[in-house]
């Protein structure tokens, strides 16, 4: 009854730095999703996947990378950490199209400084 | 494009009083639309939907109505309970592959 897992659940990075919010799923989902979680500004899409190999750029996908090589796995990279990316982030699954229901993790807490 | 409207919060109310938090869309075609819950420390969970107009959700004894003739899709609940203090995420599911969510509304309830 794992569902969907984040790891890791808090991260301080400095300006520049690189990291990897990891997001895995065991129900076999095929649709995908990160979203960034701002105060008062609900949640903004930032990439999306269909499938293994398939990606697709959301509303903000500026300064960040994923991958999907598998349909369990789907991180998201950032590669020059700056302080607009301080944010709460949640992964998310569903088994169909995303107008279906959405099981999401526990979000990653990012602080950059 | 589609969008969805939720009234600001946060909203107080003390237990056992009338909740209702307003959310209306934009959309072409005919959208599903959601009701999501977010507990403090938690991810988001799906509360209640609705697929086609005049459908109403219900879960945990929350409802909300689908009207098309308003665009509109408020939550409603008779008597809250302390423990329903979260936030409520109102959200559209149209011809993409991609839900859109409202900007959140926060409720505390006090004893």
């Known amino acids: 009854n794992a569902g969907v897992t984040q790891t890791p659940k808090f991260r301080i990075l400095k300006i520049g730095q690189s990291m990897t919010l990891q997001c895995t799923q065991d129900?076999?989902?095929?649709?995908m999703y990160w979203y960034r979680q701002d105060p008062g500004m609900g949640l903004k899409l930032i990439y999306y996947?269909?499938?293994?190999?398939?990606?697709d750029k959301g509303e903000v996908p500026n300064g960040y990378n994923v991958s999907r090589s598998t349909t369990e796995d789907f991180p998201l990279r950032l590669e020059l950490a700056a302080p607009s990316q301080t944010s709460v982030y949640f992964c998310a699954s569903s088994y169909r199209q995303g107008n279906e229901k959405l099981f999401f993790g526990s979000g990653t807490q990012l602080s950059v400084l | 494009g589609d969008s969805v409207t939720q009234m600001e919060g946060p909203v107080t109310l003390s237990e056992e009083a009338f909740l209702t938090i307003n959310c209306t869309y934009t959309?072409?075609?005919?959208?599903?639309l959601f009701w999501y819950v977010q507990y403090p420390g938690e991810g988001l969970q799906l509360l209640l939907k609705a697929t086609k107009a005049d459908d109403k959700g219900s879960n945990k004894g929350f409802e909300a109505t689908y009207r098309k003739e308003t665009t509109s899709f408020h939550l409603e609940k008779g008597s809250v309970q302390v423990s329903d203090s979260a936030v409520y995420f109102c959200?559209?599911?149209?011809?993409?592959?991609?839900?859109?969510f409202g900007t959140g509304t926060r409720l505390q309830v006090f004893p």
């Open positions: 129900m076999n989902h095929n649709y």
């Open positions: 996947s269909v499938g293994a190999g398939i990606t």
């Open positions: 959309a072409t075609g005919y959208p599903s």
């Open positions: 959200a559209l599911g149209g011809s993409t592959d991609k839900l859109i």
